[in-house]
């Protein structure tokens, strides 16, 4: 997954310990990407894998619409992985930092391969226009709701 490219990354501090905020983090995940839109998207971009399944609690082998669980650390690192028609190959990697005072930093990163001109324009309609970073905030944020 690290031989990718780098797209993106974003943190947010929460104030709570590291593990209380993977518990909200494997719950928030599995609730984000097994909706109904998210399953409507899978199928429309063909991503794989398309539906939920696998191991619950979250293990390596667990899917959503879109992402299979690739490596879990638990209270420190959940890596995702999928592809789709415009996108060969992604990841997204969620790592939590234990911070001194208690708190923790959440960290979402996103590489991602887009070949051809199908993955170029799918690139810059989400990726450069911002709707990617917009929702990774937007999500990453709710982990600083209590």
Do not use: N
Not at 113 to 131: D, E, K, N, T, W
Not at 139 to 146: D, F, I, N, S
């Amino acid at each position: 997954m690290s031989a990718l490219p780098f797209v993106d990354e974003h943190a947010v501090v929460v104030d709570v310990r590291a593990e209380e905020l993977w518990q909200r983090l494997v719950v928030g995940v599995e609730r984000a990407f097994s909706r109904d839109g998210g399953a409507r998207y899978a199928r429309l971009v063909r991503a794989e894998p398309v539906v939920a399944g696998g191991p619950r609690p979250l293990a390596e082998g667990a899917t959503f619409p879109g992402f299979r669980v690739v490596r879990v650390v638990p209270g420190r690192e959940l890596a995702l992985h999928g592809g789709h028609r415009f996108s060969a190959a992604y990841s997204l990697v969620f790592r939590i930092d234990a911070l001194a005072d208690g708190r923790s930093r959440l960290r979402a990163e996103t590489r991602a391969a887009f070949p051809g001109v199908a993955g170029r324009i799918y690139r810059l309609l989400v990726i450069r226009s911002g709707g990617h970073a917009f929702g990774m905030r937007w999500m990453l944020a709710g982990y600083q709701r209590p």
